[in-house]
């Protein structure tokens, strides 16, 4: 069983920085791709970034800039950088890993941007 855990978020002020970390308990590498999403008041889940198993990584237009997404394989970590945060960007922010056979996902992390 594959388990997913979340660390990082917490209370900052708008445009600071956080930077979230995903430690799986398999390998990673397994996996064909990993990624982050969050879930924002009053908005359905959406994906932030993704790092396939090969490291390239893709992100939704409207998340392009401020983020960025990386892996340490040695570590079994994935980790979300976020700059320039906003108020908007408050929310509970998963990890998630996608393999053949199954999609995990991490209990999530509170991220607050408030002054």
Known sequence: QVQLVES???LVQPGGSL???CVASGNIFSFSGMNWYRQTPGKQRELVATITRSGSTNYPDSMKGRFTISRDNTKNTVYLQM???KPEDT???YCNAVSIVN???GQGTQVT???
Do not use: K, Q
Request: charged share 5%.
């Open 8 to 10: 990082g978020g917490g």
């Open 19 to 21: 930077r979230l970390s």
């Open 83 to 85: 700059n320039s945060l």
């Open 91 to 93: 929310g509970v922010y």
């Open 103 to 105: 999609n995990y996902w």
């Open 113 to 115: 941007v408030s002054s």
